[in-house]
Nanobody, 125 residues
Framework: VQLQASGGGLVQPGGSLRLSCVAS????????VGWFRQAAGKEREGVSC????????FYAESVKGRFAISRDNAKTTVYLQMNSLKPEDTAVYYCAAVRRVINSAWSLARLYNYWGQGTLVTVSS
């Protein structure tokens, strides 16, 4: 099983990026998918999560109103649209999958079974 996150890069403050997460070895349609990030010297934190059916989404307070998670189950791809990026959004972003996520625990990294390798997002002028 392998998840792959892509779409990171260097962007100026106020800019946008869209991250993608695809999987091999499992059917991503059957999994809730979370996005996490880890900045240098900091702990990994949950950014957003979407249930397998796309019916529920969750966001960290720091990204609400700026980031949007979505999924295309036909393509078994999960996206994270990031707008109005700030320097503090700079981090390595990871996608992760779990069969079922509990509302109150979506941001707990230890609950996710499968992880991608991460993609670097750098917000800087």
């Amino acid at each position: 099983v392998q998840l792959q996150a892509s779409g990171g890069g260097l962007v100026q403050p106020g800019g946008s990026l869209r991250l993608s997460c695809v999987a091999s070895g499992l059917n991503l349609r059957d999994y809730s998918v979370g996005w996490f990030r880890q900045a240098a010297g900091k702990e990994r934190e949950g950014v957003s999560c979407i249930r397998s059916n796309g019916g529920s989404t969750f966001y960290a307070e720091s990204v609400k109103g700026r980031f949007a998670i979505s999924r295309d189950n036909a393509k078994t791809t999960v996206y994270l649209q990031m707008n109005s990026l700030k320097p503090e959004d700079t981090a390595v972003y990871y996608c992760a999958a779990v069969r079922r996520v509990i509302n109150s625990a979506w941001s707990l990294a230890r609950l996710y079974n499968y992880w991608g390798q991460g993609t670097l997002v750098t917000v800087s002028s």
